[in-house]
């Protein structure tokens, strides 16, 4: 069906596109796959018409348009000669859905959970099949899809994590028979490649949007280039950090400390299959370092980046640091910072400068309450990727520094993180060597005793209106609708709104919208007096894919709206931009502003508030469903693209971010009551360090909590993460709104861990109850009768919400 865009649309779709190619990571190229005009292409795989777009869940994204890799193929003149294949796949994969939903069922039941909530995130494994390679073509292209989302955690299994034995035949036999062949990975996070390595052209495409099936023609008719690296590190799956926990239904232990992702891999001299921060391209490049200087705490470091190859490129230029140890043993080698180059052609160069200051070096001593900087050699590296880097210079203290004196917190802590011991590091002599003067750094002092500001009309409100406005607006009759996606009676599909209790006030709401691939909305409402009104819902798409035909029926007949007689139907529809993931993998700053931008502007146009991102968790363990929303398993990559993203949402006026899940939410498995156990150094250097950067660089209007426990207590009630490091060590002057806090079992079974308690989470300085519901007025109210909370309290929650409303 044709569908006529609104020109907001096309623009933005207009402006997604010169980038996309710079998501992609080409991880080998041995072989040339490319030609040199469309003609007949041999496309197999489950992804090649069943292309991702993006995840499941938060994720999702009503967009009006949407490219597969068949219908790219196609729209740039190439005929497709194996649709026979796909409709082949069709068929078996429909016979394994059936079995896969009553396997759902059943599990529900067995878990006393309910079945909408159960199976949101739940992913059907790819099934084997055996259908003919029937095609021709000058090219071959196989496309591996997978897809992960909210609610529920990858398993190292085939058809998931693992390949199936039918795609390991298949990659294997259309290899041989091609001369030109490409994997293409439609992917969120890592597939385990060990049995297909001697494929000689492998590429990360990813899940990048309204647009994610134009890529691929573009680039095998070179159009385009790839010039992604990789954000988490690609192993086999058996070679990942084992330290820790992952996936424990209670009580998770982060043993492993700071040795997360390529710090481990490095630490303990592991090789991977494809390193933290690689990729390649269709040409090569050469760096060096050309000049190092130091002045006080800030070092200045200028490179040189040349185009060695004979054709047009970009190359990430990743500056990295080790570390002495002292009191504090250190991973290898931690990311710095990076810098991008613009386009080179053949032979051309480009300088590129990196301005570090020591300072942000510092790593957290348990001990001394400390950020510190140990004495000894600060060795700085720079390379394309975490491995195949160079000696750039050293810098020498000699003494120990405390850079920022806090207090501890985030405990009681019962884990002690593994200690491993790193290979010694040898640096050539003729490498620069700058010495630091201890007397240059200035120890901070944080100051725990601020003053919060009440705003005058604040004041003046009932103690009812405070504690309404503590809770988002929540409607008693909508029952599940209001936790997945039919919580807002202002912007239809919205995930949820302020209380309208101080309205007559002269306090407006506040309308929020999921995210983190772009507005997740209603696209289809009508409006009458009590508000708008979805026709289906927005989050509904991906759970009725786990329903049968009658639950499917059921949903679409009682759940779904139809329009009233006499009221026009409407649209509003959304631009979906890549996936978390696929954004940081274009080490494109400038890219990651533009996808703001595109955010902000259809913010504006749909009267939405508040963005619910963007997340950016670490990649702690590829087995997290949902990686595909977050960044990296770097917290500089992570904070850098989060503020990044923050920027371009925020330069429209009177638009918000809100970075999420505030902290340490690493996996899905029983989210709403998992204890993650990591210590402060753990959570300070990795987990919480990209929030900081975050919220130092862009100051986000709003942070939401995680709904898991933190060293016991949950972190939405956690006074000493909302308010003590979040506001006085950092200085975030925004809101604080707990994530979507709602029953998840049926009454059957008793958690180990309580959920959180309005009262608890007003107090810890997190400002807004979400979503909502009587339960918590009523918890709030009875607290404050009986003084376990001051209106002073509320008051400066309150009016944190409040100067929210006027920006």
Same mark, same amino acid.
């Given at each position: 069906?044709?569908?006529?865009?609104?020109?907001?649309?096309?623009?933005?779709?207009?402006?997604?596109?010169?980038?996309?190619?710079?998501?992609?990571?080409?991880?080998?190229?041995?072989?040339?796959?490319?030609?040199?005009?469309?003609?007949?292409?041999?496309?197999?795989?489950?992804?090649?018409?069943?292309?991702?777009?993006?995840?499941?869940?938060?994720?999702?994204?009503?967009?009006?348009?949407?490219?597969?890799?068949?219908?790219?193929?196609?729209?740039?003149?190439?005929?497709?000669?194996?649709?026979?294949?796909?409709?082949?796949?069709?068929?078996?994969?429909?016979?394994?859905?059936?079995?896969?939903?009553?396997?759902?069922?059943?599990?529900?039941?067995?878990?006393?959970?309910?079945?909408?909530?159960?199976?949101?995130?739940?992913?059907?494994?790819?099934?084997?099949?055996?259908?003919?390679?029937?095609?021709?073509?000058?090219?071959?292209?196989?496309?591996?899809?997978?897809?992960?989302?909210?609610?529920?955690?990858?398993?190292?299994?085939?058809?998931?994590?693992?390949?199936?034995?039918?795609?390991?035949?298949?990659?294997?036999?259309?290899?041989?028979?091609?001369?030109?062949?490409?994997?293409?990975?439609?992917?969120?996070?890592?597939?385990?490649?060990?049995?297909?390595?001697?494929?000689?052209?492998?590429?990360?495409?990813?899940?990048?949007?309204?647009?994610?099936?134009?890529?691929?023609?573009?680039?095998?008719?070179?159009?385009?280039?790839?010039?992604?690296?990789?954000?988490?590190?690609?192993?086999?799956?058996?070679?990942?950090?084992?330290?820790?926990?992952?996936?424990?239904?209670?009580?998770?232990?982060?043993?492993?400390?700071?040795?997360?992702?390529?710090?481990?891999?490095?630490?303990?001299?592991?090789?991977?299959?494809?390193?933290?921060?690689?990729?390649?391209?269709?040409?090569?490049?050469?760096?060096?370092?050309?000049?190092?200087?130091?002045?006080?705490?800030?070092?200045?470091?200028?490179?040189?980046?040349?185009?060695?190859?004979?054709?047009?490129?970009?190359?990430?230029?990743?500056?990295?640091?080790?570390?002495?140890?002292?009191?504090?043993?250190?991973?290898?080698?931690?990311?710095?910072?990076?810098?991008?180059?613009?386009?080179?052609?053949?032979?051309?160069?480009?300088?590129?400068?990196?301005?570090?200051?020591?300072?942000?070096?510092?790593?957290?001593?348990?001990?001394?309450?400390?950020?510190?900087?140990?004495?000894?050699?600060?060795?700085?590296?720079?390379?394309?990727?975490?491995?195949?880097?160079?000696?750039?210079?050293?810098?020498?203290?000699?003494?120990?520094?405390?850079? /920022? !004196?806090?207090?501890?917190?985030?405990?009681?802590?019962? @884990?002690? #993180? %593994? *200690?491993? &011991?790193?290979?010694?590091?040898?640096?050539?002599?003729?490498?620069?060597?700058?010495?630091?003067?201890?007397?240059?750094?200035? /120890? !901070?002092?944080?100051?725990?005793?601020?003053?919060?500001? @009440?705003? #005058? %009309? *604040?004041? &003046?409100?009932?103690?009812?209106?405070?504690?309404?406005?503590?809770?988002?607006?929540?409607?008693?009759?909508?029952?599940?609708?209001?936790?997945?996606?039919?919580?807002?009676?202002?912007?239809?599909?919205?995930?949820?709104?302020?209380?309208?209790?101080?309205?007559?006030?002269?306090?407006?709401?506040?309308?929020?919208?999921?995210?983190?691939?772009?507005?997740?909305?209603?696209?289809?409402?009508?409006?009458?007096?009590?508000?708008?009104?979805?026709?289906?819902?927005?989050?509904?798409?991906?759970?009725?894919?786990?329903?049968?035909?009658?639950?499917?029926?059921?949903?679409?007949?009682?759940?779904?709206?139809?329009?009233?007689?006499?009221?026009?139907?409407?649209?509003?529809?959304?631009?979906?931009?890549?996936?978390?993931?696929?954004?940081?993998?274009?080490?494109?700053?400038?890219?990651?502003?533009?996808?703001?931008?595109?955010?902000?502007?259809?913010?504006?146009?749909?009267?939405?508030?508040?963005?619910?991102?963007?997340?950016?968790?670490?990649?702690?363990?590829?087995?997290?469903?949902?990686?595909?929303?977050?960044?990296?398993?770097?917290?500089?990559?992570?904070?850098?693209?989060?503020?990044?993203?923050?920027?371009?949402?925020?330069?429209?006026?009177?638009?918000?971010?809100?970075?999420?899940?505030?902290?340490?939410?690493?996996?899905?498995?029983?989210?709403?009551?998992?204890?993650?156990?990591?210590?402060?150094?753990?959570?300070?250097?990795?987990?919480?360090?990209?929030?900081?950067?975050?919220?130092?660089?862009?100051?986000?209007?709003?942070?939401?909590?995680?709904?898991?426990?933190?060293?016991?207590?949950?972190?939405?009630?956690?006074?000493?993460?909302?308010?003590?490091?979040?506001?006085?060590?950092?200085?975030?002057?925004?809101?604080?709104?707990?994530?979507?806090?709602?029953?998840?079992?049926?009454?059957?079974?008793?958690?180990?861990?309580?959920?959180?308690?309005?009262?608890?989470?007003?107090?810890?300085?997190?400002?807004?109850?979400?979503?909502?519901?009587?339960?918590?007025?009523?918890?709030?109210?009875?607290?404050?009768?009986?003084?376990?909370?001051?209106?002073?309290?509320?008051?400066?929650?309150?009016?944190?919400?409040?100067?929210?409303?006027?920006?």
């Amino acid at each position: 069906m044709k569908r006529e865009f609104e020109e907001y649309e096309l623009k933005h779709i207009e402006m997604l596109r010169p980038f996309l190619s710079e998501c992609t990571v080409l991880l080998k190229n041995e072989r040339d796959f490319r030609v040199n005009s469309p003609g007949n292409v041999a496309l197999f795989g489950n992804g090649g018409r069943r292309t991702f777009k993006g995840g499941t869940g938060s994720g999702e994204v009503n967009s009006k348009y949407f490219v597969t890799v068949e219908e790219g193929l196609e729209n740039a003149g190439f005929t497709v000669t194996t649709k026979a294949w796909f409709d082949c796949y069709e068929l078996i994969r429909e016979e394994a859905k059936a079995d896969f939903i009553k396997q759902l069922k059943s599990e529900a039941r067995k878990a006393h959970v309910n079945y909408f909530v159960y199976s949101m995130g739940m992913v059907m494994n790819e099934p084997e099949y055996d259908i003919p390679l029937a095609g021709d073509g000058e090219l071959c292209i196989y496309v591996l899809s997978r897809i992960c989302g909210e609610g529920n955690d990858r398993k190292a299994v085939p058809g998931d994590l693992l390949l199936t034995k039918s795609e390991i035949r298949d990659i294997l036999t259309l290899n041989d028979k091609f001369e030109k062949f490409l994997l293409v990975l439609n992917v969120g996070g890592p597939v385990d490649l060990s049995p297909v390595m001697s494929v000689p052209n492998i590429l990360v495409l990813s899940q990048l949007g309204v647009d994610t099936g134009s890529v691929i023609a573009d680039l095998v008719l070179s159009k385009a280039y790839p010039s992604g690296k990789l954000t988490t590190t690609w192993s086999a799956a058996g070679d990942y950090c084992d330290l820790g926990d992952f996936g424990k239904p209670e009580d998770t232990m982060y043993k492993e400390g700071v040795y997360v992702g390529y710090r481990y891999f490095d630490t303990v001299g592991k090789k991977a299959m494809f390193p933290f921060g690689f990729g390649l391209g269709f040409t090569k490049f050469e760096m060096r370092t050309l000049s190092s200087e130091l002045e006080g705490t800030v070092l200045t470091i200028k490179t040189l980046v040349k185009n060695i190859g004979i054709e047009r490129g970009k190359e990430v230029c990743q500056l990295y640091v080790s570390l002495p140890e002292g009191a504090l043993k250190q991973p290898l080698k931690q990311l710095v910072d990076f810098r991008k180059t613009k386009e080179l052609i053949s032979s051309e160069e480009e300088t590129l400068e990196f301005s570090v200051d020591l300072k942000d070096l510092a790593s957290f001593d348990e001990e001394r309450a400390s950020y510190v900087l140990e004495k000894g050699r600060y060795v700085f590296m720079i390379g394309p990727d975490s491995v195949n880097t160079q000696y750039s210079c050293v810098v020498g203290l000699s003494q120990t520094v405390e850079v /920022t !004196k806090v207090k501890n917190a985030l405990g009681p802590i019962v @884990i002690t #993180d %593994e *200690v491993l &011991e790193r290979p010694a590091i040898k640096v050539p002599e003729n490498i620069k060597v700058l010495m630091a003067d201890p007397s240059a750094f200035e /120890t !901070k002092i944080i100051d725990y005793d601020k003053e919060f500001q @009440i705003e #005058d %009309e *604040v004041k &003046e409100l009932t103690d009812d209106q405070l504690i309404s406005l503590s809770v988002g607006a929540h409607d008693p009759d909508a029952g599940i609708a209001a936790i997945i996606g039919e919580a807002s009676k202002s912007v239809a599909g919205a995930a949820g709104e302020t209380s309208a209790a101080a309205v007559p006030s002269g306090i407006r709401t506040l309308v929020m919208a999921d995210g983190p691939a772009g507005l997740r909305l209603s696209p289809d409402f009508y409006r009458d007096a009590k508000g708008v009104h979805s026709l289906g819902n927005p989050l509904m798409a991906g759970i009725l894919d786990t329903m049968g035909p009658f639950l499917k029926w059921a949903v679409k007949t009682f759940l779904t709206k139809k329009p009233k007689k006499g009221f026009e139907t409407l649209h509003q529809w959304c631009t979906a931009i890549p996936i978390g993931t696929a954004i940081a993998q274009s080490f494109n700053l400038d890219f990651a502003r533009t996808c703001g931008d595109i955010v902000g502007d259809e913010m504006e146009r749909m009267n939405v508030d508040l963005w619910l991102a963007p997340a950016l968790n670490i990649h702690r363990s590829i087995l997290c469903g949902r990686n595909f929303e977050y960044y990296s398993e770097d917290p500089v990559v992570s904070g850098k693209f989060a503020a990044a993203l923050t920027k371009g949402v925020q330069s429209h006026k009177g638009r918000g971010v809100t970075i999420k899940h505030f902290a340490a939410n690493n996996q899905e498995t029983n989210r709403y009551n998992s204890n993650s156990h990591v210590s402060e150094r753990a959570m300070r250097d990795i987990y919480l360090k990209g929030f900081e950067i975050c919220v130092k660089e862009s100051q986000p209007k709003a942070v939401m909590t995680s709904y898991n426990l933190l060293n016991g207590t949950h972190t939405s009630e956690r006074h000493d993460l909302n308010e003590d490091i979040l506001r006085c060590e950092w200085g975030f002057d925004g809101l604080v709104m707990t994530d979507w806090v709602v029953s998840m079992t049926e009454g059957k079974i008793t958690p180990k861990y309580p959920a959180p308690e309005a009262y608890k989470v007003a107090l810890s300085g997190n400002d807004l109850f979400m979503p909502g519901s009587a339960k918590e007025i009523e918890n709030l109210t009875e607290a404050f009768q009986d003084r376990k909370i001051s209106r002073e309290r509320l008051e400066i929650n309150v009016s944190r919400l409040v100067r929210l409303t006027k920006m």
